[in-house]
């Protein structure tokens, strides 16, 4: 157990809704990510927050977003849902914004979204 | 910019054999490097890193890798293998230099260990 939570853990969702993904990341830990890993795309990175902020932006469609909240839990907003966007999305978190360590990023289990 | 390769998208090894994943990067600065494995169903699992230092590094499970500057690799090891080391495995590195704390992950390897 890694002390990343993820909720749901599995959604099933018809195109065009929004769902929202929600992490709370481990104990202390500022830094949240979020990746999507496809059977396509491999692991891609998606949004980082830190403490409250947007620290960094990968391949992130702007049709999903994704806010840090005080108490430093994390939602990931999806909107306008195509099939495309089936995947398992991870969130993971590190104790800090590490530009010049070698912290650890440690993953969630992931929540399972499928569009139908 | 990172980037990082995995050239093989499965390796079969018979139990008690040793194994080897390998991993190449690409970065403009100083890597570091990690390994994680995904169980099925499961998310990813740190196994170990290098940041500096030793070039073999000792991780989970009995794993280890060795960082190898001049060939921009690390490969993942193991001496023998186990069936419950069946998994998928994936590289990543992150540019020391770059400003930004997120990893670039190769594609992932599949093990598959035989009985």
């Known amino acids: 157990d890694s002390g990343v939570t993820q909720t749901p853990k599995h959604l099933i969702t018809a195109t065009g809704q929004r769902v929202t993904l929600r992490c709370s990341p481990r104990s202390g830990d500022l830094s949240v990510y979020w990746y999507q890993q496809s059977l396509d795309q491999g692991l891609q990175f998606l949004i980082q927050y830190y403490n409250g902020e947007e620290r960094a932006k990968g391949n992130i469609l702007e049709r999903f977003s994704a806010q840090q909240f005080p108490d430093l839990h994390s939602e990931l907003n999806l909107s306008s849902l195509e099939l495309g966007d089936s995947a398992l999305y991870f969130c993971?978190?590190?104790?800090?914004?590490?530009?010049?360590?070698?912290?650890?990023?440690?993953f969630g289990e992931g929540s399972w979204l499928t569009v139908v | 910019a990172q980037s990082v390769a995995q050239p093989e998208d499965q390796v079969n090894v018979a139990e008690g054999n040793p194994l080897t994943v390998k991993c190449t990067y690409s970065?403009?600065?100083?890597?570091?490097l990690f390994w994680y494995v995904q169980y099925p169903n499961r998310g990813l699992q740190f196994l170990l890193k290098y940041i500096t230092g030793d070039n073999l590094v000792k991780g989970s499970y009995g794993f280890e890798a060795e960082f190898n500057k001049s060939q921009t690799s690390f490969h993942l090891k193991k001496p023998s293998a186990l069936v419950s080391d069946s998994a998928l495995y994936f590289c990543?590195?992150?540019?020391?230099?770059?400003?930004?704390?997120?990893?670039?992950f190769g594609k992932g390897t599949m093990l598959l260990v035989s009985p």
């Open positions: 970065v403009s600065g100083n890597p570091y």
């Open positions: 990543a590195v992150r540019d020391m230099n770059s400003g930004y704390s997120t990893l670039t």
């Open positions: 993971a978190s590190s104790p800090r914004d590490s530009r010049s360590s070698g912290n650890t990023i440690y």
